[in-house]
């Protein structure tokens, strides 16, 4: 078990429409739930914050980096706990399509089982994404 929490892993996907649409689609945070099941089944903005109440976390805010030209859809997640959890995501042209990368990081405690079961999630939802933005 590595629970130094310093280990990253970059899990990408390609999708077959523009970066400038991906990147649309994947900064609305109301889209999280039809791609990013691990946030929940819902998210409403309450105020200036968006709130996942159904999360299989617990109650959880979501902060997405300003808008951008970059492609940088870097977001915090803030936990029941107070912990907040930093998940930096890129949205990279690439020819006529994109590719996404979300980098993962092992928090600390994690055991090498729930950082792998972790990884199988992440690469569930960007290809909930790909689906999804394919098909339109």
Do not use: C
Not at 4 to 23: C, F, N, P, W
Not at 27 to 38: E, F, K, M, R, T
């Amino acid at each position: 078990m590595n629970s130094t929490g310093k280990e990253s892993r970059h899990l990408g996907i390609h999708i077959d429409r523009s970066a400038a649409d991906v990147y649309a689609y994947a900064s609305d945070p109301a889209n999280l739930p039809a791609w990013a099941h691990g946030l929940g089944a819902t998210i409403e903005k309450v105020a200036d914050t968006w709130i996942a109440d159904s999360s299989p976390l617990g109650r959880v805010t979501v902060a997405f980096t300003p808008d951008n030209d970059l492609g940088v859809l870097d977001h915090r997640v803030t936990l029941p706990s107070g912990e907040t959890v930093h998940n930096p995501v890129r949205v990279i042209a690439d020819g006529t399509g994109s590719e996404v990368v979300f980098t993962l990081r092992r928090q600390p405690g994690t055991t090498d089982a729930d950082f792998e079961r972790d990884a199988g999630l992440v690469a569930a939802d960007l290809a909930r994404l790909k689906g999804l933005l394919e098909s339109d």
